[in-house]
């Protein structure tokens, strides 16, 4: 619950669902408070980001983004990427890989799946 409060505070997204239990158990596709589905994209970041200097120069953008089912406050989330496509850009020392995303909650049931692409350098350090 306070992981939720926080990321309202710091986005600004205070809607009904994250913040009000009464209101949120009104909505029928929720049924009680629930996490922000950025929140969620943001925590998966977090799972699968290596944080060194690396490869990886950027993220590029998500496609495909879909929340599938509701996750509630006491939830856990898991994150599986697997690498769909590579494209090089030539002369240019980086390229774009796709990342099929899926997050499950702690019943394995899918939560949001989505596109990540990400700019990757051709060496493992960049500037090396």
Known sequence: MADIERFAALSGDRFY?????T??????LFGGRVAHGYFLVSAAAG????PPYGPVLANYGLDSLRFLKP????DR???????????????QGYGEVRWD???TNQ?????ANYD????????AVPDA
């Open 17 to 21: 669902a994250h913040m009000d239990e």
């Open 23 to 28: 209101q949120a158990a009104r909505n029928p």
């Open 47 to 50: 799972l699968f980001v290596d």
């Open 71 to 74: 996750v509630k406050p006491g």
């Open 77 to 91: 989330i898991k994150v599986r990427l697997t690498c769909k496509e590579k494209s090089l850009r030539p002369a």
């Open 101 to 103: 995303t899926a997050i």
């Open 107 to 111: 019943n394995g049931e899918a939560v």
């Open 116 to 123: 990540v692409l990400t700019m990757v350098s051709e060496k």
